[in-house]
């Protein structure tokens, strides 16, 4: 009935037309960083470049690929990212199932399920974990960034409730086929967890992807910056003592077409896995926040 | 609570036989423990001994004398946190930027997910809910380097617009407190707010459609169904939201602001998070530093409870 009214077609015109508009300000900046990276340098420098590039050129992403430290770290953070993502997904996948069980199967269950959620409220903090990582010999190592980030105890619980909505009867006729809790695990949850376990691998990639601030406390060495902690250095901060590079180089870094390729590259990824990501974390987030 | 209280009564019962029955349970469980085992080991490692290296904060800790050597100093730093003019500007930075986040950060998500429940085409609705979720994803490295660009003074595109739609002098967006402030909150909303609104969304689909032909029966405007039917149906999941945001007041977005402020802004800018981290790794006050986040996280602890109590009785939410 209300559809009907002209009151409420005029809304439905301005309310479609102002989410479009908010919508499109939530890319508009990254368009523009594109735009800038493929602009010409006199362009760029004089600021007249807006969504669209000006003197079409790819010399500032052939300067960015040809910077030694830039794809170092880069690789570096591929690196990191798919250690890291395998390392987290086995202990999350493992601790989540076991915890999946019921009370009445499996008495220490809640023991452990406070024990985990507790890391979530409270923490030592910045020092204390420092302290920590220098005392185990980890700074300056892949280690130090890959194994405390291993257990994320968000993704733990999401895995966990999707593990519970799958049915006992499943559970226990594979027990009657004389299956034992491993078996279960692979044949029957992960199978039938696909969405679950897609989007949590999708996050923990891209918080490792993401991740910038332990590379800039745990690495020494500017040679072992993920590229994360290196844009931060560079593009950011505007530290270049940190990096080793020669004066050549150094004008090149601080060019503002080439800032923007750098930040570009930097989000790619992220760009390329949203659309896998988008298709499965709704349902995720969902099963994970609301429960009855 | 039932299943547990049981499982107490009988344990009394047979309090005899427990230790038996505990190893019998192992005998059928210890897959169970093995397959915990190691995320055991990184939670103990990584989150638990950490929390017994907080007793530094009590000390005057010098890295080269270690937990054991380093003099004892009872609350001297917590004292000063409450005594320094500058630590305690910080914890306002801190309450003010992370209460304006709170409130608007919960309030936007809301309003967005009800006028995108009001575009009926579906191409359009899932255009939108594309481009919205996406910042979420990208890090504040990134969308630092994005912004200090947009804003820059000279020449920045954000103020070019200004300049040509207003005709007024280009703003110092990240150099000038107050603006650093606004910047801090509004791109926070602008980045999460997208991504916020996907539980609302949710509660929004639950609604039982037979409620709004009741209403539309009854004579009530697409308005008067938002508000009487709408909005009741989201209000649980508003109060979680809501009550669990509380343990965030201390909270004030560590990687953003890292990566926006400047010395220029530190007086109106810097919030607790920072101040530890140039307290700690910049000046190499670690004791100091230690007690500022223990303090932190001791607030930010106890208002989780509150919260987490709060959203138990009035929404009835559990973790797990």
């Known amino acids: 009935m209300y559809h009907k009214t002209l009151a409420y077609r005029w809304f439905n015109v301005f309310n479609q037309l102002f989410l479009i508009t908010v919508s499109l300000l939530c890319i508009l900046p990254l368009l523009h960083v594109f735009a800038v990276s493929l602009s010409g340098k006199a362009a760029a420098t004089a600021n007249i470049v807006n969504l669209w590039p000006i003197d079409v050129t790819l010399e500032s992403y052939l300067k960015t690929v040809n910077n030694p430290s830039f794809i170092r770290s880069l690789l570096f953070s591929l690196y990191r990212t798919i250690l890291g993502t395998g390392i987290g997904m086995v202990v999350t996948v493992f601790a989540g199932y076991a915890l999946s069980k019921k009370y009445t199967a499996f008495k220490s269950r809640n023991v452990y399920m406070w024990f985990f959620v507790f890391t979530m409220l409270f923490s030592g903090g910045l020092v204390p974990n420092y302290i920590l990582i220098t005392n185990l010999g980890l700074i300056n190592t892949i280690w130090a960034l890959v194994l405390p980030a291993a257990l994320s105890v968000y993704n733990m619980i999401l895995l966990m409730n999707f593990f519970r909505a799958i049915p006992v009867e499943l559970e226990e006729a594979a027990v009657m086929d004389g299956a034992g809790i491993i078996r279960i695990l692979f044949k029957i949850h992960l199978p039938m967890s696909m969405p679950a376990l897609a989007t949590i691998t999708l996050f923990t990639l891209v918080f490792h992807w993401n991740s910038w601030f332990d590379g800039l406390i745990y690495m020494m060495d500017s040679n072992k910056y993920p590229l994360a902690t290196f844009l931060q250095t560079i593009v950011v901060q505007q530290d270049f003592s940190k990096i080793s590079i020669d004066p050549k180089d150094l004008e090149n870094l601080s060019q503002r077409t080439v800032k923007s390729a750098q930040i570009f590259i930097g989000a790619l990824p992220i760009l390329l896995v949203y659309p896998f990501l988008q298709k499965f974390f709704i349902k995720g987030i969902v099963v994970g926040a609301v429960k009855e | 609570m039932k299943s547990t209280r049981n499982a107490i009564v009988i344990r009394k019962i047979t309090a005899s036989k427990m230790e038996s029955n505990w190893i019998r349970g192992l005998k059928k469980t210890w897959p169970l423990h093995m397959l915990i085992f190691p995320a055991l080991v990184i939670a103990v490692v990584f989150h638990y001994v950490p929390i017994a290296g907080l007793v530094m904060a009590f000390q005057d800790y010098k890295p080269w004398l270690g937990f054991l050597k380093s003099e004892w100093v009872g609350f001297k730093h917590f004292h000063s946190l409450f005594m320094f003019e500058e630590s305690v500007q910080v914890i306002w930075n801190t309450l003010i930027i992370a209460v304006l986040k709170i409130g608007f950060g919960t309030l936007v998500p809301i309003l967005f997910a009800l006028?995108?429940?009001?575009?009926?085409?579906?191409?359009?609705?899932?255009?939108?809910?594309?481009?919205?979720?996406?910042?979420?994803?990208?890090?504040?490295?990134?969308?630092?380097?994005?912004?200090?660009?947009?804003?820059?003074?000279?020449?920045?595109?954000?103020?070019?617009?200004?300049?040509?739609?207003?005709?007024?002098?280009?703003?110092?967006?990240?150099?000038?407190?107050?603006?650093?402030?606004?910047?801090?909150?509004?791109?926070?909303?602008?980045k999460e707010f997208g991504f916020g609104m996907i539980v609302y969304l949710a509660a929004i689909t639950a609604v039982n459609p037979s409620l709004y032909e009741a209403a539309e029966v009854d004579g009530a405007t697409r308005l008067q169904q938002t508000i009487h039917v709408t909005l009741p149906a989201m209000m649980p999941i508003i109060v979680v939201v809501a009550t669990l945001q509380l343990g965030n007041v201390l909270n004030a977005g560590f990687d953003q602001i890292f990566n926006l402020y400047n010395p220029l802004v530190y007086s109106k800018g810097d919030v607790i998070d920072t101040f530890v981290y140039r307290s700690a790794m910049l000046k190499g006050d670690f004791s100091f530093a230690t007690a500022v986040g223990l303090f932190k996280s001791v607030t930010s602890f106890i208002l989780i409870i509150i919260s987490y109590r709060l959203a138990y009785k009035y929404a009835n939410y559990r973790i797990f």
């Open chain 2, 115 to 190: 006028l995108l429940n009001e575009v009926r085409i579906n191409g359009i609705k899932r255009g939108i809910q594309t481009l919205v979720y996406l910042p979420h994803f990208l890090s504040w490295v990134i969308l630092g380097g994005i912004l200090i660009d947009l804003l820059s003074v000279k020449g920045g595109l954000v103020n070019r617009m200004i300049t040509a739609m207003f005709g007024i002098k280009p703003i110092f967006f990240l150099g000038d407190g107050d603006w650093f402030r606004f910047v801090v909150i509004f791109s926070d909303i602008w």
